[in-house]
């Protein structure tokens, strides 16, 4: 079914914008230099997956063991004639807007006449033939802008033969050479197994991923990092400098901060990084160290009544959505969780019988951890899933789950004579508040390189790949552009009762160089009120303020 313009709302765009998006418009992305001209495709050595190697194999007979691809300069012209399609999958990151408008000017720059479809509200656009034609004037709207509005996004697992086939058609009947699919682990993982599907039936239809996701955690030796991690990362450490400004000028509250990041803490071992806050709990180090959700508790309020002795009743404390799972006790039960409530017979209980049902199923050392949970927690665990069957973590308000026992803990030091200070707590949860902002200008320089990069991969016939750009601390012109295999970075994990191939998430690597760094300074931003006040994200201005990577990457290459 095709939309036409109006259906989308793009008439009213370019009257109703912004100054800023006025002035945003006219930003034009930097390329890597190899991308400025002519490509040659380098090709290097075969590939295996990280993990499960002959598996993996066997799943993807066809698309596994690809070499990496890296371009460079070339001398002859290719003027290769297709049109694509695209998908935005999953949740929103800045920057997507920008991988799309440098796909379009990278097919483009091939020939004229190549076009561009965008199959919308995500996945299920191309299952359902819901589509429209990204043309030059719509392009120009979106340029430099937030979020995913230009076509939608949407969370429709591509896993089933019959939506390959009902999308088949509908590319066939536009002339579509090659899917972009746009998106995170999961949306990848899907990008794989459709390019696995149409290889093995010839249907001579390519496919190629785009990483895309703030938690940061889709990243390996070949991705150096997710598109929108770094301007979420500023965004949220925005909103936390000026909560520390906020604090150290009131000097009577402890805030509380819980930012994304569901299975890694990248985003908030980033913002520690920006806004240098007193506590900063970390997802990995937490399960590394076995440690209760009793430790955690005590080791905030050690760190409250240290500062309350000297007189400083605040503070901020920074907490990764994805904590509680963190915690060796509450992983061991969601995993149980997972197990009991992918049966059938689970899916055929009432909602309202479920807890019931959970309890009657849970080994016993399960059930004593789920019993010692606060009844609203132990209600998320057992009854609110994903449409990937996960724990919605963001759900569960760890924030104020900390705080209230933290409370109970340090009335209990009082007593003892532990503590002799004042605490009250703020709550606050930056999700939403990062996904769709403005990039910044190493995401929209990022961004369109990985989407004009992909034109390449798709004119040099690859399928089965993701778009990579490396080097991304150096200036974009000496950014490495090329693209590797998406088998490469798969191995078999448990999904909701069972194994299926998926992309192997980036967690925070405790011997890397940016915990190390948060390490050896956590114990005096811990005492001292050491804040940093980073502000908002800078689009013009000295190049030491608006042209910075994150944090993570300087530590990790070494910058």
Request: charged fraction near 20%; include cysteine.
């Amino acid at each position: 079914m095709h939309l036409l313009k109006a259906n989308y709302n793009f008439i009213d765009i370019m009257t109703s914008i912004s100054n800023l998006q006025k002035a945003r418009a006219a930003y034009q992305p930097k390329l890597p230099k190899a991308l400025q001209g002519p490509v040659k495709a380098v090709e290097g050595a075969a590939t295996q997956s990280v993990g499960n190697q002959a598996e993996i194999k066997d799943l993807f007979p066809n698309t596994y063991g690809m070499p990496v691809v890296e371009f460079e300069q070339g001398t002859e012209a290719n003027t290769a004639s297709f049109n694509i399609g695209v998908i935005l999958s999953g949740g929103q990151a800045p920057g997507g807007h920008n991988v799309i408008s440098g796909l379009f000017d990278g097919i483009k720059s091939l020939n004229p006449n190549n076009k561009l479809y965008g199959f919308l509200m995500g996945p299920g656009g191309l299952v359902d033939h819901k589509y429209i034609e990204l043309t030059p004037e719509i392009i120009d709207a979106y340029r430099n802008t937030g979020g995913f509005d230009i076509i939608g996004s949407g969370r429709t697992k591509l896993e089933e033969v019959d939506q390959f086939e009902k999308g088949i058609v509908i590319l066939r009947e536009l002339g579509i050479k090659a899917l972009v699919i746009i998106g995170g682990d999961d949306s990848n993982t899907n990008a794989c197994v459709l390019a696995e599907y149409y290889a093995a039936k010839n249907y001579g239809v390519q496919v190629i991923g785009c990483p895309k996701t703030i938690d940061g955690d889709l990243k390996n030796e070949q991705i150096e990092a997710s598109f929108g991690f770094d301007t979420a990362c500023k965004t949220y450490s925005e909103l936390i400098g000026n909560i520390e400004r906020d604090c150290n000028s009131a000097r009577k509250y402890w805030h509380f901060i819980k930012v994304m990041g569901r299975s890694a803490s990248h985003i908030a071992l980033e913002c520690a990084l920006q806004t240098q806050p007193n506590i900063c709990l970390v997802s990995e180090e937490v399960e590394a160290k076995e440690m209760s959700l009793d430790d955690i508790v005590s080791y905030i309020a050690k760190t409250v009544a240290v500062r309350a002795a000297q007189g400083d009743n605040f503070g901020t404390v920074i907490i990764p959505e994805g904590l509680i799972e963190f915690i060796p006790a509450i992983k061991k039960l969601i995993a149980e969780l997972n197990d009991v409530l992918a049966t059938d017979e689970a899916k055929a209980v009432a909602r309202e019988d479920q807890i019931e049902y959970v309890k009657a199923h849970l080994s016993a050392a399960n059930l004593a951890t789920f019993s010692s949970l606060p009844a609203g927690v132990a209600r998320q665990l057992a009854l609110d899933r994903d449409p990937h069957g996960n724990v919605q973590v963001s759900l569960i308000e760890t924030e104020k789950l900390l705080s209230e026992m933290v409370g109970k803990k340090l009335a209990e030091m009082k007593k003892a004579g532990e503590y002799v200070g004042k605490f009250s707590a703020q709550h606050h949860f930056f999700g939403y508040e990062g996904r769709c902002a403005a990039p910044s200008n190493f995401d929209a320089d990022y961004c369109y390189s990985l989407g004009f990069n992909a034109s390449r991969l798709v004119a040099c016939g690859k399928t089965g790949y993701m778009s990579v750009i490396r080097n991304t601390t150096a200036p974009a012109e000496q950014w490495i552009a090329g693209g590797v295999p998406i088998t490469m970075m798969m191995n078999l994990e448990k999904r909701a009762g069972k194994f299926k191939p998926v992309i192997r998430k980036a967690l925070v690597e405790l011997d890397g160089a940016p915990f190390k760094f948060f390490a050896a300074n956590r114990e005096k931003w811990a005492v001292e009120t050491s804040y940093l006040y980073p502000g908002s994200i800078q689009y013009w201005g000295p190049s030491e303020v608006c042209d910075q990577t994150t944090k993570t990457l300087q530590l990790e290459q070494n910058k």
